[in-house]
């Protein structure tokens, strides 16, 4: 990864913050093809820090956020763009993206736009392309915003979550906007603390 003097991965202070980008970033990188990696992908949420886009190998990488703090970052590789995905469409043509990742940012997006977001996702992504989405658990919920309170985890992020939703709700609304549901699997990481979530266009 390439070195920078931004402290925080994420809006807010966590103890654990830092550690648990990684983590994500981890389980994201595990699901991908590598066939894919000759292409292209896009981070939807990126965050203030691209960690995932820093961590990841692809021939080129593309990172979107509504909140985006390029100060320190230089990886000449990684393309920014300051979008906010509910009220915007992806700034990218169809079938463009070999890979799109949503890490720890489904919570964050209102219910109501979720079909619009994943639907402008299913556009972008090529044939054969993988969606990978991570987010919490439902029965996690209580759990965070203990952590958050402690500074363990950031108040910031978890006082932005806009809803939690069960495995199956978050795999019927990734169906809904185009994905095969053969072609979606899911599981959990972390203590059982977030779900991963793969789908194949």
């Not at 961590?55 to 990684?78: A, P």
Request: hydrophobic share 40%; charged share 25%; with cysteine.
């Amino acid at each position: 990864m390439k070195k920078s003097n931004i402290n925080n991965f994420t809006r807010g202070t966590g103890v654990l913050e830092n550690l648990l980008s990684n983590l994500r970033a981890q389980k994201a990188n595990s699901l991908i093809d590598n066939n894919l990696r000759a292409g292209k992908v896009l981070d939807i949420g990126c965050g203030l820090f691209p960690y995932f886009l820093s961590s990841t190998e692809f021939k080129e990488k593309y990172g979107i956020d509504k909140y985006i703090y390029q100060k320190g970052f230089n990886d000449k590789e990684v393309h920014l763009k300051q979008i906010d995905v509910e009220n915007e469409k992806i700034p990218f043509p169809e079938e463009h993206f070999d890979v799109v990742v949503m890490l720890a940012v489904f919570e964050h997006i209102k219910p109501e736009n979720l079909e619009f977001v994943i639907g402008e996702i299913f556009r972008v992504l090529k044939k054969n392309g993988q969606l990978i989405v991570t987010t919490p658990s439902q029965w996690s919920v209580p759990v965070l915003h203990i952590l958050s309170r402690i500074n363990i985890i950031s108040k910031v992020e978890i006082d932005d979550h806009k809803n939690s939703f069960s495995a199956l709700s978050i795999a019927d609304q990734i169906r809904k906007s185009g994905f095969n549901k053969e072609k979606i699997k899911k599981g959990y990481f972390e203590l059982f603390l977030n779900m991963w979530f793969m789908a194949r266009k």
